[in-house]
């Protein structure tokens, strides 16, 4: 399976912005459908953003339309979520994940917090 790493993470303020990345190890990406999710303290996990195989295609939770914007670089491996505007309410662990013919993978999670 494939292997994800997340980065990126931070704290930053109210309206600021944050670029998560996700590496991918030990198999191609361009073979997986990708995602974002993320989970808040006390939360489940939730979807934020998807982005087809071949990249054609996104999804975004509609509490971040407009304000993220996933992306892939397929041939460096990696997969990106742009956020702008960020609001409290995006403080949460983001978590990457990978879809494929044989199973998904998911990373560890980068820390994302966002204050008033």
């Known amino acids: 399976q494939v292997q994800l790493a997340e980065f990126g993470g931070g704290s930053v303020q109210t309206g600021g912005s944050l670029t998560l990345s996700c590496a991918a190890s030990?198999?191609?990406?361009?073979?997986?459908?990708m995602g974002w999710f993320r989970q808040a303290p006390g939360k489940e996990r939730e979807f934020v953003a998807g982005?087809?195989?071949?990249?054609?295609?996104?999804d975004y939770a509609d509490s971040v339309k407009g304000r993220f914007t996933i992306s892939r670089d397929d041939a460096n491996n990696t997969v990106f979520l742009q956020m702008n505007s960020l609001k409290p309410e995006d403080t949460a662990v983001y978590y990457c994940?990978?879809?494929?013919?044989?199973?998904?993978?998911w990373g560890q999670g980068t820390q994302v917090t966002v204050s008033s």
């Open positions: 994940n990978a879809v494929g013919t044989y199973g998904q993978s």
């Open positions: 030990r198999r191609p990406l361009r073979n997986y459908a």
């Open positions: 982005i087809s195989v071949n990249g054609g295609s996104t």
